[in-house]
Nanobody, 124 residues
């Protein structure tokens, strides 16, 4: 059974960088899409970025374009989210999730499996 777990969060100053990791385990289908979402205090969970497991296709929310970069290492079954030029408004719990590949780009409701989140705090 597929599962995923996010890690790499922490406290960083505005303008700094962090790299989050999403470690996948279990049966992974080549059609899978891995997405990063975030939930700030008092707000709904929002899409951040997504990547196709077996193709060179990525998609970003407008709020992170040019600052965040999603990538994958298939050999390590890991998807990364490199976050640069962080802003206080990027503060949130970040989640990775997977869906079977039917929706592109994926929305919150499309995701089939969610991992535990990792907290990112950006201080001003």
């Amino acid at each position: 059974r597929f599962s995923c777990r996010a890690s790499g969060g922490g406290l960083v100053q505005a303008g700094g960088s962090l790299r989050l990791s999403c470690a996948a385990s279990g049966r992974i289908f080549s059609s899978y899409i891995i997405g990063w979402f975030r939930q700030a205090p008092g707000k709904d969970r929002a899409f951040v970025a997504a990547i196709k497991w077996s193709r060179i296709s990525t998609y970003y929310a407008d709020s992170v374009k040019g600052r965040f970069s999603i990538s994958r290492d298939n050999a390590k079954n890991t998807v990364y989210l490199r976050m640069n030029s962080l802003k206080p408004e990027d503060t949130a719990v970040y989640y990775c999730a997977a869906e079977s590949g039917a929706a592109w780009p994926p929305n919150y409701d499309d995701m089939d499996v969610w991992g535990k989140g990792t907290l990112v705090t950006v201080s001003s």
